[in-house]
């Protein structure tokens, strides 16, 4: 009997060291899980970080861009505009020579340019 006693308790202890060995394997299993888990949070969480940034850097170029072609629309608006004048005025000139009063003005125009250097001397 002695024998079977030490054999159960062999066993018994056995069992116990199984048991032991198997909840220290969970334990660490549980572990390696829950660090996975954060690492790939931390790695997901910096693959958004990084979109937004991108994403970010991409929607103020798209407006700097847009910003740029405005001025450069309003700036062609503009230059069309004074050509416009311009040509509107070089036209006015020219049809001021036919008008009944171009000699006394080109006299008027003469005597004061004459009189300003008068002045002047």
């Not at 394997?25 to 991108?54: G, L, P, S």
């Not at 405005?70 to 020219?94: H, N």
Request: proline share 1%; no cysteine; aromatic share 2%.
């Amino acid at each position: 009997m002695a024998i079977d006693d030490i054999l159960r308790a062999l066993e018994e202890q056995a069992q116990a060291d199984i048991e032991q060995i198997l909840a220290d394997a969970r334990a660490q299993a549980e572990a390696i899980m829950a660090q996975a888990r954060d690492e790939a949070t931390d790695t997901a969480q910096k693959h958004v970080d990084n979109a937004e940034r991108v994403t970010r850097a991409k929607a103020a170029q798209t407006v700097n861009a847009a910003r740029l072609e405005s001025k450069k629309r309003v700036a062609a608006v503009k230059e069309g505009a004074v050509q416009d004048v311009f040509v509107q005025a070089q036209e006015a000139l020219e049809r001021l020579r036919e008008t009944d009063g171009y000699p006394a003005l080109l006299k008027a125009l003469a005597e004061e340019a004459l009189a300003g250097t008068d002045a002047g001397a």
